[in-house]
């Protein structure tokens, strides 16, 4: 590993620190949130042995910050004259106004930032167990996860993936969550655990409403689109519907190319469908905003009318456009959807942007085939 030796030292030196000097020494009196960003700008440097002492700090700092007010929080309400008040945070509150404690106010002052009243519930004893949540810093935990990243670590990078998503789940946000199962089911495929690296994408795509709902209405929908789609062709499709599902994209793509890849052909033109359309109807969307009163109705003109804007290639570029198309059509291809296979083989092999998919498409076209199975992809 090519810092190994680096990032052993200064974790060594580090937990030394820990033991000799106290932590306003150890961080200069900084706030947590400077530390992490501190951090960042040393991985983004690749300087990641003090990315990494950044980040361990950071998640000190706000530990220590949070178990302190916790502490004084808790020795406020044991005094007699507020134990009498009972559990309500109304009653401390005016309590307070006649006998005013900046600490205790500023306590719960931050704690009204993080929390709404329905999470506080007027209840002392629930913000003793809220500070438990803050004193959790899974932005941190992942952090040092992408280090370890990195450095080629990847089980080590696993571990604190799955650490910082157990802590995100508690303290919430559902596009970080997100975030850090993409990076958990990289690290899976790294280290060929496929079963796991399925589960974690299946898990993904399981907050698509439009795949996973199980109202009337969504299921009709998700039956009708793939009808239309195999009956009446990719122009017809593309008018009718679209998904803006950006968080799920990615874990449908690559489980239509795993799928593809390992033979389930029905499973990866279920996937490679959603990201198709998710796919398309962002980029429908962006070009009308650049075209006043354009509407779809021709997939190979709006493919003409992407490369006109840099943002919108670079978007085709990020989520592998032409290798999804490429796919799509060869999943329905394996499975005897010919007629909507050749078609989106025929617009790539016109494309002469993407080299690589043209000339496998001309090649699809001249002699069709199917890719040979491969369990370890």
Same mark, same amino acid.
């Given at each position: 590993?090519?810092?190994?030796?680096?990032?052993?030292?200064?974790?060594?030196?580090?937990?030394?620190?820990?033991?000799?000097?106290?932590?306003?020494?150890?961080?200069?009196?900084?706030?947590?949130?400077?530390?992490?960003?501190?951090?960042?700008?040393?991985?983004?440097? %690749?300087?990641?042995?003090?990315?990494?002492?950044?980040? +361990?700090?950071?998640?000190?700092?706000?530990?220590?910050? $949070?178990?302190?007010?916790?502490?004084?929080?808790?020795?406020? #309400?044991?005094?007699?004259?507020?134990?009498?008040?009972?559990?309500?945070?109304?009653?401390?509150?005016?309590?307070?106004?006649?006998?005013?404690? %900046? /600490?205790?106010?500023?306590?719960?002052?931050?704690?009204? $930032?993080?929390?709404?009243?329905?999470?506080?519930?007027?209840?002392?004893?629930?913000?003793?167990?809220?500070?438990?949540?803050?004193?959790?810093?899974?932005?941190?935990?992942?952090?040092?996860?992408?280090?370890?990243?990195?450095?080629?670590?990847?089980?080590?990078?696993?571990?604190?993936?799955? /650490?910082?998503?157990?802590?995100?789940?508690?303290?919430?946000? +559902?596009?970080?969550?997100?975030?850090?199962?993409?990076?958990?089911?990289?690290?899976?495929?790294?280290?060929?655990?496929?079963?796991?690296?399925?589960?974690?994408?299946?898990?993904?795509?399981? %907050?698509?409403?439009?795949?996973?709902?199980?109202?009337?209405?969504?299921?009709?929908?998700?039956?009708?689109?793939?009808?239309? #789609?195999?009956?009446?062709?990719?122009?017809?499709?593309?008018?009718?519907?679209?998904? +803006?599902?950006?968080?799920?994209?990615?874990?449908?793509?690559?489980?239509?190319?795993?799928?593809?890849?390992?033979?389930?052909?029905?499973?990866?033109?279920?996937?490679?469908?959603?990201?198709?359309?998710?796919?398309?109807?962002?980029?429908?969307?962006? $070009?009308?905003?650049?075209?006043?009163?354009?509407?779809?109705?021709?997939?190979?003109?709006?493919?003409?009318? #992407?490369?006109?804007?840099?943002?919108?290639?670079?978007?085709?570029?990020?989520?592998?456009?032409?290798?999804?198309?490429?796919?799509?059509?060869?999943?329905?291809?394996?499975?005897?959807?010919?007629?909507?296979?050749?078609?989106?083989?025929?617009?790539?092999?016109?494309?002469?942007?993407?080299?690589?998919?043209?000339?496998?498409?001309?090649?699809?076209? %001249?002699?069709?085939?199917?890719?040979?199975?491969?369990?370890?992809?």
């Amino acid at each position: 590993m090519k810092y190994r030796g680096v990032i052993l030292f200064v974790v060594s030196t580090l937990f030394i620190n820990i033991t000799v000097l106290p932590l306003s020494a150890q961080t200069n009196g900084e706030p947590y949130w400077l530390l992490l960003e501190r951090g960042k700008q040393y991985y983004r440097s %690749k300087t990641y042995g003090k990315a990494l002492i950044a980040f +361990e700090d950071a998640k000190r700092t706000r530990n220590e910050l $949070y178990l302190r007010m916790q502490k004084d929080f808790i020795e406020f #309400l044991s005094a007699d004259e507020v134990r009498v008040l009972g559990d309500s945070i109304n009653k401390i509150s005016l309590y307070l106004k006649d006998r005013p404690n %900046k /600490r205790i106010s500023d306590i719960l002052s931050e704690i009204h $930032y993080h929390f709404p009243e329905s999470i506080i519930q007027d209840s002392a004893q629930k913000i003793i167990s809220l500070f438990d949540i803050l004193r959790l810093y899974p932005e941190a935990e992942y952090w040092i996860g992408e280090v370890y990243r990195e450095e080629g670590e990847a089980a080590i990078a696993l571990q604190q993936y799955m /650490r910082a998503l157990s802590q995100q789940h508690i303290v919430g946000n +559902e596009e970080f969550t997100t975030q850090i199962q993409y990076k958990i089911a990289d690290m899976y495929h790294i280290l060929g655990n496929y079963p796991q690296y399925e589960k974690t994408l299946i898990e993904i795509v399981s %907050k698509d409403s439009l795949w996973n709902g199980d109202s009337r209405s969504e299921s009709f929908m998700r039956t009708a689109m793939f009808r239309t #789609l195999i009956d009446d062709g990719v122009n017809r499709f593309l008018t009718l519907y679209r998904h +803006e599902d950006t968080q799920a994209e990615r874990a449908h793509r690559i489980l239509g190319f795993y799928y593809y890849a390992t033979g389930r052909y029905d499973k990866s033109i279920e996937h490679l469908t959603y990201a198709f359309l998710i796919q398309n109807s962002m980029l429908i969307k962006e $070009y009308q905003l650049r075209e006043y009163g354009f509407v779809f109705n021709d997939y190979l003109d709006l493919i003409h009318r #992407l490369v006109r804007f840099s943002d919108l290639e670079t978007y085709i570029q990020d989520v592998d456009y032409y290798k999804t198309n490429y796919y799509l059509a060869a999943a329905l291809y394996a499975t005897g959807r010919r007629s909507t296979a050749m078609y989106l083989w025929t617009v790539l092999s016109k494309n002469t942007r993407t080299s690589e998919w043209q000339k496998r498409s001309q090649m699809q076209l %001249k002699n069709p085939y199917i890719e040979p199975i491969n369990e370890r992809p």
